[in-house]
């Protein structure tokens, strides 16, 4: 059972244009969050996360969209630039409201962003 | 400088000889754990530590051990690799015990290959 369905798979974007990638969870008990960032031959890095009491967070030329009602959140890249070509991971997790603590994450399957001049 | 550390960093074996892959943090994190990354599968959690002598599976535990003797060490044992067992490994740590809600720190990666 897949618990965080992210799609596209793979996302093809001009340089200037926004990128848009989408994640939708089934577990109702997520309460955290966030995105990483990947490059080729690296090891994933976190690029900006959320709580469920926001519907959106900017940092920089990135925003999370967070739709609770829907059990749906994005990352929006703005301006997308080639450097910005890696792979993002949506990820998921619970706890966080509750203090329960929470010791697994989480992650989507990824989406492979190519940036284009 | 602040890192998890991953050793080998690529390594091919056969079915059944024991491997170990080494992890080590120097950022005095309390939090551990693997994960595996495949094509199309993305990340899967295999074990993880929320301290010395604490652990639990993950999603993906079959085949594999763990131990957590000291803080900034977290082996991962594959004491009869299979060929199912191909994959890329990340090490990860976490400043707290409750590793999924606060930022995680991942190695480099261990690429294995088990013919």
């Known amino acids: 059972q897949q618990q965080v369905k992210q799609s596209p798979q793979s996302l093809i974007v001009q340089k200037g244009g926004i990128s848009i990638i989408n994640c939708a969870y089934e577990?109702?008990?997520?309460?955290?969050f966030p995105w990483y960032q990947q490059f080729p031959g690296k090891g994933p890095a976190l690029l900006i996360a959320?709580?469920?009491?926001?519907s959106e967070k900017k940092e920089g030329r990135f925003t999370i969209s967070f739709n609770k009602s829907a059990k749906q959140f994005s990352l929006h890249i703005m301006d997308s630039q080639p450097g910005d070509s890696a792979t993002y991971f949506c990820?998921?997790?619970?706890?966080?409201?509750?203090?329960?603590?929470?010791?697994?994450?989480?992650f989507g399957k990824g989406t492979k962003l190519s940036v284009i001049p | 400088e602040a890192q998890v550390t991953q050793n080998p960093r690529y390594l091919i074996t056969v079915t059944g000889k024991k491997l170990t892959v080494t992890c080590s943090q120097n950022m005095n994190h309390e939090y551990m754990s693997w994960y595996r990354q495949d094509p199309g599968l993305g990340l899967r959690q295999i074990y993880y530590s929320m301290n010395v002598e604490v652990t639990d599976k993950g999603d993906v535990p079959e085949g594999y051990k763990v131990s957590r003797k000291e803080k900034r060490n977290f082996p991962l044992i594959l004491e009869s690799p299979s060929p199912n067992q191909t994959s890329l490994y990340f090490c990860?740590?976490?400043?707290?015990?409750?590793?999924?809600?606060?930022?995680?720190?991942f190695g480099p990666g261990t690429r294995l290959t088990v013919t």
């Open positions: 990860a740590s976490s400043l707290s015990w409750q590793g999924a809600l606060y930022e995680q720190y």
């Open positions: 990820a998921a997790s619970k706890g966080l409201v509750s203090g329960a603590g929470s010791y697994q994450l989480t």
């Open positions: 577990n109702t008990a997520f309460d955290y």
């Open positions: 959320i709580r469920p009491d926001v």
